[in-house]
């Protein structure tokens, strides 16, 4: 198992931009595929982005596309993700998720067995 730890949500205008990092506290960090997610309000909790551990899946939910990265720094021990162009739609709180020496690529949140608090994320129009 790992503990996940998130950081950098915040309140922002539409059309800014958030860095969240979620620092893990294993030192086999590079061997987990690391996700994030996300929760509104009355609503399911929703796929966002992967990062494999082998480092050849990237893997992003189509609303994000082009405005969400995602990355990884193994020496931190910690996964990002990159959010520009930020709408009001993606006001969310944020989840960090991993699971160990998975080789797939998977939105199912039930696919990872290791998540963080969550950080909030509100975008204002």
């Known amino acids: 198992q790992v503990q996940l730890v998130e950081s950098g949500g915040g309140l922002v205008q539409a059309g800014d931009s958030l860095r969240l990092s979620c620092v893990g506290s294993?030192?086999?960090?590079?061997?987990?595929?690391l996700a994030w997610f996300r929760q509104a309000p009355g609503k399911e909790r929703e796929f966002v982005a992967q990062?494999?551990?082998?480092?050849?899946?990237?893997y992003y939910t189509d609303s994000v596309r082009g405005r969400f990265t995602i990355s990884r720094d193994n020496a931190k021990n910690t996964v990002y993700l990159q959010m520009n162009a930020l709408k009001p739609e993606d006001t969310a709180v944020y989840y960090c998720?991993?699971?160990?020496?998975?080789?797939?690529?998977?939105?199912?949140?039930?696919?990872?067995?290791?998540w963080g608090q969550g950080t909030q994320v509100t975008v204002s129009s």
């Open positions: 998720a991993a699971r160990q020496f998975y080789s797939g690529t998977s939105s199912n949140a039930a696919t990872y067995d290791n």
């Open positions: 294993r030192s086999t960090f590079s061997t987990y595929t």
């Open positions: 990062f494999g551990w082998s480092g050849s899946r990237i």
